[in-house]
Protein backbone atom coordinates (compact mmCIF):
# COMPACT_ATOMS: atom_id res chain seq x y z
CA UNK A 1 0.00 0.00 0.00
CA UNK A 2 1.04 3.35 -0.93
CA UNK A 3 2.50 5.98 1.95
CA UNK A 4 -0.57 8.63 2.45
CA UNK A 5 0.99 11.56 1.80
CA UNK A 6 -0.87 14.60 3.96
CA UNK A 7 -2.18 17.43 1.88
CA UNK A 8 -0.26 20.36 3.61
CA UNK A 9 -2.42 23.40 4.34
CA UNK A 10 -3.18 25.85 2.07
CA UNK A 11 -1.48 29.07 2.73
CA UNK A 12 -3.69 31.84 4.29
CA UNK A 13 -3.15 35.45 5.88
CA UNK A 14 -5.31 37.60 7.75
CA UNK A 15 -6.61 40.64 6.28
CA UNK A 16 -4.70 44.18 6.18
CA UNK A 17 -7.25 46.00 8.48
CA UNK A 18 -7.67 42.64 10.65
CA UNK A 19 -8.60 43.94 14.18
CA UNK A 20 -8.12 41.32 16.83
CA UNK A 21 -10.30 42.79 20.13
CA UNK A 22 -13.47 43.01 17.10
CA UNK A 23 -13.19 39.73 16.05
CA UNK A 24 -12.95 38.09 19.64
CA UNK A 25 -15.87 39.75 20.14
CA UNK A 26 -17.96 38.13 17.53
CA UNK A 27 -16.71 35.13 18.49
CA UNK A 28 -17.00 35.73 22.32
CA UNK A 29 -20.20 37.37 22.69
CA UNK A 30 -22.65 35.12 20.79
CA UNK A 31 -21.24 31.91 23.03
CA UNK A 32 -21.56 34.36 26.10
CA UNK A 33 -25.06 35.43 25.39
CA UNK A 34 -26.11 31.23 24.69
CA UNK A 35 -25.05 30.74 28.15
CA UNK A 36 -26.63 33.61 29.55
CA UNK A 37 -30.18 32.71 27.85
CA UNK A 38 -29.69 29.31 29.20
CA UNK A 39 -29.12 30.33 32.98
CA UNK A 40 -32.08 32.38 32.73
CA UNK A 41 -34.36 30.41 30.58
CA UNK A 42 -37.24 31.13 33.36
CA UNK A 43 -37.91 34.00 31.72
CA UNK A 44 -38.88 32.59 28.45
CA UNK A 45 -37.84 32.70 25.27
CA UNK A 46 -39.78 36.15 24.06
CA UNK A 47 -37.82 38.08 27.33
CA UNK A 48 -36.79 41.47 25.90
CA UNK A 49 -34.35 43.83 27.96
CA UNK A 50 -35.44 45.41 31.21
CA UNK A 51 -34.80 46.10 34.67
CA UNK A 52 -38.82 45.14 35.95
CA UNK A 53 -37.77 42.72 38.04
CA UNK A 54 -34.42 41.31 39.92
CA UNK A 55 -33.43 38.43 37.77
CA UNK A 56 -34.48 40.54 34.42
CA UNK A 57 -32.08 43.12 35.67
CA UNK A 58 -29.28 40.47 36.49
CA UNK A 59 -29.94 39.53 32.48
CA UNK A 60 -29.34 42.58 31.70
CA UNK A 61 -26.09 42.56 33.77
CA UNK A 62 -24.93 39.60 31.99
CA UNK A 63 -25.53 40.24 28.55
CA UNK A 64 -22.50 41.74 26.13
CA UNK A 65 -23.30 43.98 23.63
CA UNK A 66 -20.97 44.95 20.54
CA UNK A 67 -20.46 48.47 22.02
CA UNK A 68 -18.82 47.03 25.37
CA UNK A 69 -14.97 47.02 26.16
CA UNK A 70 -12.74 44.78 27.36
CA UNK A 71 -13.39 45.91 31.31
CA UNK A 72 -17.44 45.65 30.10
CA UNK A 73 -16.98 42.05 28.68
CA UNK A 74 -14.69 41.09 31.96
CA UNK A 75 -17.35 42.41 34.42
CA UNK A 76 -20.12 40.84 33.02
CA UNK A 77 -17.92 37.24 32.38
CA UNK A 78 -17.28 37.92 36.24
CA UNK A 79 -21.07 38.16 37.11
CA UNK A 80 -22.24 35.20 35.67
CA UNK A 81 -19.44 32.86 36.31
CA UNK A 82 -18.44 33.88 39.67
CA UNK A 83 -20.42 36.07 41.81
CA UNK A 84 -24.18 33.87 40.29
CA UNK A 85 -21.92 30.69 40.24
CA UNK A 86 -22.63 29.29 36.64
CA UNK A 87 -18.75 28.44 36.49
CA UNK A 88 -19.51 25.91 39.35
CA UNK A 89 -22.49 24.77 37.42
CA UNK A 90 -21.22 21.24 36.29
CA UNK A 91 -18.39 20.77 38.76
CA UNK A 92 -18.82 17.86 41.31
CA UNK A 93 -16.17 19.14 43.96
CA UNK A 94 -18.43 19.88 47.03
CA UNK A 95 -22.38 20.46 47.38
CA UNK A 96 -24.36 21.00 49.97
CA UNK A 97 -23.39 21.91 53.65
CA UNK A 98 -20.19 21.52 54.58
CA UNK A 99 -21.24 20.29 58.39
CA UNK A 100 -22.73 16.95 57.19
CA UNK A 101 -21.34 14.86 54.11
CA UNK A 102 -21.48 10.95 54.52
CA UNK A 103 -20.64 8.61 51.95
CA UNK A 104 -23.42 7.18 49.72
CA UNK A 105 -24.74 3.95 50.84
CA UNK A 106 -24.47 0.89 48.16
CA UNK A 107 -27.59 0.98 46.39
CA UNK A 108 -29.97 3.03 47.88
CA UNK A 109 -30.32 6.61 46.55
CA UNK A 110 -30.11 9.40 48.75
CA UNK A 111 -32.16 13.08 48.53
CA UNK A 112 -30.84 15.73 50.56
CA UNK A 113 -32.72 19.19 51.41
CA UNK A 114 -30.03 22.12 51.64
CA UNK A 115 -31.40 25.54 53.28
CA UNK A 116 -29.25 28.67 53.66
CA UNK A 117 -29.20 31.63 55.39
CA UNK A 118 -30.40 34.63 53.44
CA UNK A 119 -27.92 36.98 52.22
CA UNK A 120 -29.42 40.43 53.33
CA UNK A 121 -29.93 38.62 56.74
CA UNK A 122 -26.36 37.81 57.35
CA UNK A 123 -24.20 40.48 59.62
CA UNK A 124 -21.77 42.35 58.09
CA UNK A 125 -19.44 40.87 60.93
CA UNK A 126 -20.74 37.29 59.83
CA UNK A 127 -17.96 35.92 57.03
CA UNK A 128 -20.34 33.10 56.23
CA UNK A 129 -23.91 32.09 55.92
CA UNK A 130 -25.70 29.83 58.28
CA UNK A 131 -27.09 26.88 56.59
CA UNK A 132 -28.76 23.22 57.49
CA UNK A 133 -28.66 19.83 55.30
CA UNK A 134 -31.18 17.18 56.25
CA UNK A 135 -31.42 13.90 53.79
CA UNK A 136 -33.63 10.43 53.72
CA UNK A 137 -32.49 7.20 51.89
CA UNK A 138 -34.97 6.02 49.60
CA UNK A 139 -35.79 2.31 50.58
CA UNK A 140 -38.13 0.99 47.73
CA UNK A 141 -35.63 2.29 44.96
CA UNK A 142 -31.96 0.72 43.71
CA UNK A 143 -29.31 2.76 41.39
CA UNK A 144 -30.40 0.09 38.83
CA UNK A 145 -33.88 0.15 39.15
CA UNK A 146 -35.54 0.72 35.71
CA UNK A 147 -37.79 3.32 36.91
CA UNK A 148 -35.24 5.32 38.81
CA UNK A 149 -35.44 8.65 36.72
CA UNK A 150 -39.49 8.66 36.94
CA UNK A 151 -39.82 8.16 40.25
CA UNK A 152 -37.22 10.95 40.91
CA UNK A 153 -39.22 12.81 38.85
CA UNK A 154 -42.40 12.56 40.73
CA UNK A 155 -40.36 12.79 43.98
CA UNK A 156 -39.29 16.70 42.51
CA UNK A 157 -42.62 17.26 41.92
CA UNK A 158 -43.41 16.29 45.38
CA UNK A 159 -40.37 18.28 47.11
CA UNK A 160 -41.61 21.63 44.75
CA UNK A 161 -44.97 21.03 46.33
CA UNK A 162 -43.90 21.13 49.52
CA UNK A 163 -40.72 22.61 50.46
CA UNK A 164 -41.40 25.54 47.54
CA UNK A 165 -44.40 28.40 48.08
CA UNK A 166 -44.70 31.59 45.22
CA UNK A 167 -40.92 30.38 43.64
CA UNK A 168 -39.54 30.86 47.24
CA UNK A 169 -38.11 27.89 49.52
CA UNK A 170 -39.97 27.67 52.65
CA UNK A 171 -38.44 28.79 56.17
CA UNK A 172 -37.24 26.65 58.99
CA UNK A 173 -35.85 28.62 62.33
CA UNK A 174 -32.70 26.96 63.27
CA UNK A 175 -32.45 27.19 67.49
CA UNK A 176 -30.85 25.30 70.07
CA UNK A 177 -33.50 21.97 70.47
CA UNK A 178 -32.39 18.96 68.72
CA UNK A 179 -35.06 17.14 66.98
CA UNK A 180 -34.40 13.38 66.03
CA UNK A 181 -36.28 10.96 63.90
CA UNK A 182 -35.14 7.51 63.55
CA UNK A 183 -36.86 4.78 61.23
CA UNK A 184 -35.03 2.81 59.08
CA UNK A 185 -37.82 1.17 57.28
CA UNK A 186 -38.24 4.06 55.27
CA UNK A 187 -34.58 5.79 55.14
CA UNK A 188 -34.28 7.40 58.58
CA UNK A 189 -31.47 5.37 59.04
CA UNK A 190 -29.10 6.87 61.67
CA UNK A 191 -31.82 9.04 63.33
CA UNK A 192 -31.97 12.26 61.27
CA UNK A 193 -31.82 15.28 63.68
CA UNK A 194 -32.72 18.44 62.88
CA UNK A 195 -31.76 22.24 64.75
CA UNK A 196 -34.85 24.04 65.40
CA UNK A 197 -36.36 26.61 67.47
CA UNK A 198 -39.36 24.31 68.65
CA UNK A 199 -40.57 20.58 68.39
CA UNK A 200 -43.22 21.40 65.93
CA UNK A 201 -41.20 23.09 63.20
CA UNK A 202 -38.89 20.20 63.34
CA UNK A 203 -41.65 18.17 62.92
CA UNK A 204 -43.32 20.02 60.02
CA UNK A 205 -40.40 19.24 58.12
CA UNK A 206 -40.01 15.77 58.63
CA UNK A 207 -43.77 15.39 57.86
CA UNK A 208 -42.77 17.22 54.48
CA UNK A 209 -40.06 15.29 53.77
CA UNK A 210 -41.86 11.86 54.68
CA UNK A 211 -44.44 13.27 52.10
CA UNK A 212 -42.43 13.64 49.35
CA UNK A 213 -41.05 10.23 49.51
CA UNK A 214 -44.53 8.55 50.08
CA UNK A 215 -43.80 7.18 53.86
CA UNK A 216 -45.88 7.18 56.57
CA UNK A 217 -44.73 9.62 59.31
CA UNK A 218 -44.86 8.38 63.45
CA UNK A 219 -44.49 11.19 66.13
CA UNK A 220 -43.61 8.15 68.53
CA UNK A 221 -40.20 7.70 66.34
CA UNK A 222 -39.15 11.75 67.52
CA UNK A 223 -36.46 12.42 70.37
CA UNK A 224 -35.86 15.47 71.38
CA UNK A 225 -32.36 16.61 72.88
CA UNK A 226 -32.51 20.10 75.06
CA UNK A 227 -29.04 21.26 76.06
CA UNK A 228 -28.74 23.31 79.23
CA UNK A 229 -26.30 25.44 76.81
CA UNK A 230 -28.44 28.35 75.33
CA UNK A 231 -28.13 29.00 71.79
CA UNK A 232 -26.49 32.00 70.25
CA UNK A 233 -28.65 35.12 69.51
CA UNK A 234 -26.80 37.37 68.19
CA UNK A 235 -23.51 38.29 66.84
CA UNK A 236 -20.58 36.47 68.35
CA UNK A 237 -17.82 38.45 70.66
CA UNK A 238 -15.79 35.96 72.29
CA UNK A 239 -12.20 35.32 70.77
CA UNK A 240 -9.55 32.96 70.66
CA UNK A 241 -6.31 32.91 69.73
CA UNK A 242 -5.52 30.39 67.05
CA UNK A 243 -1.31 29.98 65.66
CA UNK A 244 -1.24 33.79 66.77
CA UNK A 245 -4.35 34.87 65.39
CA UNK A 246 -7.19 36.16 67.06
CA UNK A 247 -10.53 34.09 65.69
CA UNK A 248 -13.59 34.50 66.55
CA UNK A 249 -15.44 31.73 68.48
CA UNK A 250 -18.45 29.85 66.47
CA UNK A 251 -22.25 30.06 67.28
CA UNK A 252 -23.63 27.83 69.19
CA UNK A 253 -26.85 26.47 67.57
CA UNK A 254 -27.73 30.04 66.74
CA UNK A 255 -31.51 31.60 66.52
CA UNK A 256 -31.57 31.89 62.68
CA UNK A 257 -33.56 31.83 59.82
CA UNK A 258 -32.42 29.07 56.62
CA UNK A 259 -34.83 29.17 53.56
CA UNK A 260 -34.48 25.81 51.23
CA UNK A 261 -32.61 26.51 48.16
CA UNK A 262 -32.85 23.09 46.82
CA UNK A 263 -32.72 19.07 46.59
CA UNK A 264 -30.28 16.64 44.74
CA UNK A 265 -30.36 13.34 44.47
CA UNK A 266 -26.81 11.08 45.59
CA UNK A 267 -27.28 7.81 43.23
CA UNK A 268 -24.23 5.44 44.02
CA UNK A 269 -22.65 4.66 41.26
CA UNK A 270 -23.89 7.87 39.70
CA UNK A 271 -20.51 10.41 39.63
CA UNK A 272 -22.93 13.73 39.58
CA UNK A 273 -25.65 14.70 41.96
CA UNK A 274 -29.14 14.91 40.39
CA UNK A 275 -31.02 18.10 41.13
CA UNK A 276 -34.77 17.49 41.76
CA UNK A 277 -35.64 21.28 42.34
CA UNK A 278 -33.86 24.18 42.61
CA UNK A 279 -34.94 27.93 43.25
CA UNK A 280 -31.12 29.73 43.03
CA UNK A 281 -31.51 28.85 39.40
CA UNK A 282 -27.38 27.67 39.67
CA UNK A 283 -28.52 24.21 38.40
CA UNK A 284 -30.34 22.25 35.86
CA UNK A 285 -33.41 20.07 38.14
CA UNK A 286 -35.95 17.65 36.61
CA UNK A 287 -38.92 20.23 37.85
CA UNK A 288 -38.33 23.94 37.54
CA UNK A 289 -40.13 26.14 40.28
Not at 9 to 31: A, G, T, V
Not at 75 to 96: C, E, M, Q, T, V
Not at 106 to 121: L, N, T
Not at 164 to 178: A, E, P, R
Request: proline share 7%; charged share 25%.
Amino acid sequence: MADIIPKPPSEDSLPDNFDPFEHLQKIYIPQHNALVQKYFSDLGEDWKPNIATARSSLRVACTMIDNDNQLMMSLRHHLLFDLLGYGRKNLILYYGSRESIEPPVEGHPKIVFYFSQDSASVPATQDYKADAEYSVRLMNLENTSTNLHSKLVEIATEIKTQFVDTKQGIILTKGNLGVIYKDPKHGFSNGRRILASTEADAIDIYRRMCNVIDAPFDEEKITVSNPKKPSTTGNVIQTQVIMGKTRKKRAYRRVVNVRFRYAYALIPGEPQPVFLVDTTYRYTPLVKI
